[in-house]
């Protein structure tokens, strides 16, 4: 594949997955080869190599592609949320932006029956040096990253945790642009269709009132405690400990499949602005696990 494959596999899946209908091998030679005049054996040979790295595109007899949403978002978004598999993620980056940054640490914890099952942790090098800044709020320096692997070498284990898992993150979001821009560099062919679940906007539909809901504060909250804050391994636990919580207040309300607790978090936070009280005994527990 030359070195111009890449980009067009991109720009291939987006064209195909925003159609409404079926794509015809002469329309895409059009838009994407920019060749009006292209014969249909050209775009054949052209596409067909990149169609094969696209397990969504179904090409037809009437040489139309159909692009087939993989189903594991519709499956797993039905089933409920005590029988569901999930994977709490966690990751610690070089900066802000998942295009310029790279993952330093990636943690990964299944929950299984509404129980930890399973934790998957490793060290990533990056392949740039760390800011300072960074290595000092997390601990994470050059030096520690310096035998660690990269994230290619990981990308196979980290997907198959998170194979027909939910994935829960908190503000997940950034976990999940850099995770995606990884698993891309790692193969340009992966496409992400795993249901999403945010700690940050369930807490604030069901924890309304908290001054904050950053990982600490919510932590806090619930008495969780988290010695390991800014690293991989102890945001995640944090994390999902936090989600269990969470878990049982979505049951309590009658809010029973992962559909219904992704539908939630498309909804207001409560009006309720009140601050909630915190007594002495929770600020104590609080700053523990800051």
């Not at 399973?118 to 740039?128: A, I, K, M």
């Not at 804050?229 to 979505?250: C, I, K, M, N, P």
Request: a positive charge; aromatic letters at 4%; one cysteine or more.
């Amino acid at each position: 594949m030359n070195e111009a494959a890449p980009a067009l596999l991109r720009k291939l899946r987006a064209r195909l997955s925003a159609a409404r209908g079926p794509v015809s091998l002469a329309t895409l030679a059009r838009d994407l080869l920019k060749a009006p005049q292209t014969s249909p054996e050209l775009a054949r040979r052209i596409l067909l190599p990149l169609l094969a790295r696209l397990p969504e595109a179904a090409l037809g007899d009437d040489n139309c592609i159909r692009w087939q949403a993989a189903p594991q978002a519709a499956t797993e978004l039905s089933q409920p949320l005590a029988e569901a598999r999930f994977a709490v993620v966690d990751v610690e980056t070089t900066g802000r932006s998942a295009r310029q940054g790279r993952i330093t640490e990636v943690a990964c914890i299944i929950i299984e029956r509404l129980r930890i099952t399973e934790t998957f942790t490793s060290l990533v090098n990056p392949g740039e040096p760390i800011p300072p800044l960074i290595a000092a709020l997390t601990g994470i320096s050059d030096a520690l990253v310096a035998d660690a692997p990269p994230f290619r070498a990981i990308a196979p284990e980290l997907r198959r945790r998170l194979a027909q898992s939910v994935v829960v993150a908190h503000n997940a979001s950034f976990d999940r642009r850099f995770l995606t821009a990884e698993l891309t560099r790692a193969d340009e062919s992966f496409t992400w269709t795993a249901p999403t679940l945010c700690t940050v906007q369930l807490s604030r539909r069901l924890v309304p009132g908290l001054d904050s809901y950053r990982l600490d504060r919510v932590a806090g909250y619930f008495r969780i405690a988290n010695p390991a804050r800014h690293r991989a391994s102890g945001d995640a636990l944090a994390t999902a400990q936090v989600f269990l919580r969470l878990l049982e207040r979505l049951i309590e309300e009658d809010i029973l499949a992962v559909e219904a607790a992704a539908a939630l978090m498309t909804k207001r936070p409560q009006a309720n602005r009140r601050r909630l009280r915190i007594s002495s005994e929770d600020q104590r527990d609080e700053r523990r696990a800051r």
